[in-house]
């Protein structure tokens, strides 16, 4: 298994730029999320996805949309990139959406800047 | 407005000492609390929880506890080692809703 995987780990981006964050996952996981990190703060939810086809807004959604055309992937794009918009983006996985009953599974991570 | 606090940003420990990472949160609906455990370039893990029904929950070497009036919870690691050097995030829950704090950097000095 290899879990949940994250590609691109780093990525510089010109202000106005697009991009399509990809995660894919294995565990056959029905929730998947998409947090973001900015320095001296928690993960922040962005959105989050309780199976194909179902997507709904975390607390900080402004500026990405969200696509779950399958169970394994859960892109998550960028239309107009903000300075903003640069910190660090991890993908979850997990079979339950209670974490009282399912612990989540964290990709490795895109590293984003926008310039 | 942070709901779940760690207010010491780094720490540095002493292999074979103990380590103690401490967090607070705000919001007396939470009822369930998770450390997880990340390393450089990679996710973060699950590492250990604690449901508010309880004070004290432990695996191996790690210990965590939960003080419900002081809405206090602790993650003690006994006796710390090297491979503990990572960043330490405590999260709470409610329902379907998951906070995390800021994290700690823990530094296990050989």
């Known amino acids: 298994n290899a879990g949940v995987t994250q590609t691109p780990k780093f990525r510089i981006l010109k202000i106005g730029q697009s991009m399509t964050l990809q995660c894919t996952q294995d565990m056959n996981h029905n929730y998947m999320y998409w947090y973001r990190q900015d320095p001296g703060m928690g993960l922040k939810l962005i959105y989050y996805s309780v199976g194909a086809g179902i997507t709904d807004k975390g607390e900080v959604p402004n500026g990405y949309n969200v696509s779950r055309s399958t169970t394994e992937d859960f892109p998550l794009r960028l239309e107009l990139a903000a300075p903003s918009q640069t910190s660090v983006y991890f993908c979850?996985?997990?079979?339950?959406?209670?974490?009282?009953?399912?612990?989540?599974?964290f990709g490795p991570g895109t590293r984003l800047t926008v310039l | 407005d942070q709901q779940v606090k760690q207010n010491s940003p780094s720490l540095s420990v002493q292999e074979g000492r103990i380590s103690i990472l401490n967090c607070d949160y705000t919001n007396s609906m939470f009822d369930y609390f998770l450390w997880y455990k990340k390393y450089p370039a990679e996710g973060p893990t699950f590492l250990i929880s604690i449901s508010s029904i309880k004070d004290k929950n432990e695996d191996g070497r790690f210990t965590v506890f939960l003080n419900k009036s002081a809405k206090h919870l602790s993650l003690h690691i006994v006796p710390s080692q090297p491979g503990d050097s990572a960043v330490y995030f405590c999260?709470?829950?409610?329902?379907?809703?998951?906070?995390f704090g800021a994290g700690t950097i823990l530094r296990v000095k050989s």
């Open positions: 999260a709470a829950s409610y329902g379907n809703k998951l906070v």
């Open positions: 979850a996985s997990s079979y339950s959406l209670a974490a009282s009953t399912d612990t989540q599974y």
